[in-house]
């Protein structure tokens, strides 16, 4: 049972950037595909980005495009989400999970963690 630990949110201005961590404990991050998601209040989950277990192929919404990148570290067991030029429509919970396979669909991860709140301000 793989357990993940997202960590980095916070209160940032439009136009900054932050990274967010995905910590795995209980298996080897490396062996799946990471997805991110994130959650605006009254909204539902929507993808952001994913990357491949080999980490060579990644996926992004469009409206992330050129500003997120997802990258891996695998000595670390950590996945990370830099977002750049952060907009105020960015601010969400934002979501890393486990699957066998990068998508786009929430359906396909197995395994959530607990979220982590991104704020941009105007």
């Known amino acids: 049972q793989v357990q993940l630990v997202e960590s980095g949110g916070g209160l940032v201005q439009t136009g900054g950037s932050l990274r967010l961590s995905c910590a795995a404990s209980g298996g080897t991050l490396s062996t799946y595909a990471v997805g991110w998601f994130r959650q605006a209040p009254g909204k539902e989950r929507e993808f952001a980005g994913c990357?491949?277990?080999?980490?060579?192929?990644?996926d992004y919404r469009d409206s992330v495009k050129g500003r997120f990148t997802i990258s891996r570290d695998k000595a670390k067991n950590t996945v990370y989400l830099q977002m750049n030029s952060l907009k105020p429509e960015d601010t969400a919970v934002y979501y890393c999970?486990?699957?066998?396979?990068?998508?786009?669909?929430?359906?396909?991860?197995?395994?959530w963690g607990q979220g982590t709140q991104v704020t941009v301000s105007s």
């Open positions: 990357i491949s277990a080999s980490g060579l192929i990644s």
């Open positions: 999970a486990a699957a066998w396979g990068c998508s786009r669909n929430s359906n396909a991860y197995d395994y």
